[in-house]
Antibody, heavy 120, light 108 residues
Framework: QVQLVQSGAEVKKPGASVKVSCKAS????????INWVRQATGQGPEWMGR????????DYEQKFQGRVTMTRNTSISTAYMELSSLRSEDTAVYFC?????????????WGQGTPVTVSS | SYELTQPPSVSVSPGQTARITCSGD??????GNWYRQKAGQAPVMVMY???ERPSGIPERFSGSSSGTTVTLTISGVQAEDEADYYC???????????FGGGTKLTVL
């Protein structure tokens, strides 16, 4: 079955960077986009961007442009999301999700989430 | 940028029907998708392309669309359906993904 397994919780200081991994199994990794979504406590999900694992092409939400980088290692079916210049407002749970393309993207499988805490 | 608007809360008694709406101008051209999220867990897709139900989701879940509003209907609500529900769509470029603010479903 489709599984997305993410790396563990992170604690970072303001100004630092964090890199979260998302290992896919149960399907052809290069056939579906990997999206990243974050959720602060008590808030709704917030889409950060997507990456095409086949060619590495990315689309980033404008809010994160310049601070986020999404990459992949196809040999180990793993996607990565790196967020730099962290601030306290970046404290959230970060999810990867497999994107299915229709007229409108939808997310049929999610990772378990990676809590990221930004604190001095 | 456009927004998706959901009611903050919906309350129903067990066995009744819950209807959760999601409104946004872009929904006249884009599909709406729905996710259920329980505390401390990842979201789970319960409806896609307005009215398509994924395998494993009970038949009591259904979806519909009219104009700029999509609706998730849960018939015969059970205690286990208590959760936060989020709608999701995309802007007209189909590039940028948008989530609604979420609706907390309470089973009385």
């Amino acid at each position: 079955q489709v599984q997305l397994v993410q790396s563990g919780a992170e604690v970072k200081k303001p100004g630092a960077s964090v890199k979260v991994s998302c290992k896919a199994s149960g399907y052809s990794f290069t056939s579906y986009d990997i999206n990243w979504v974050r959720q602060a406590t008590g808030q709704g999900p917030e889409w950060m961007g997507r990456m095409n694992p086949n060619n590495g092409d990315t689309d980033y939400e404008q809010k994160f442009q310049g601070r986020v980088t999404m990459t992949r290692n196809t040999s180990i079916s793993t996607a990565y999301m790196e967020l730099s210049s962290l601030r306290s407002e970046d404290t959230a749970v970060y999810f990867c999700a497999r994107g299915r393309e229709s007229v409108t993207t939808y997310f049929d499988s999610w990772g378990q989430g990676t809590p990221v805490t930004v604190s001095s | 940028s456009y927004e998706l608007t959901q009611p903050p809360s919906v309350s129903v008694s067990p066995g009744q029907t819950a209807r959760i709406t999601c409104s946004g101008d872009g929904l006249s051209k884009q599909y709406g998708n729905w996710y259920r999220q329980k505390a401390g867990q990842a979201p789970v897709m319960v409806m896609y392309k307005d009215s398509e139900r994924p395998s494993g989701i009970p038949e009591r879940f259904s979806g519909s669309s009219s104009g700029t509003t999509v609706t998730l209907t849960i018939s015969g609500v059970q205690a286990e359906d208590e959760a936060d529900y989020y709608c999701q769509s995309a802007d007209n470029s189909r590039i940028y993904v948008i989530f609604g603010g979420g609706t907390k479903l309470t089973v009385l």
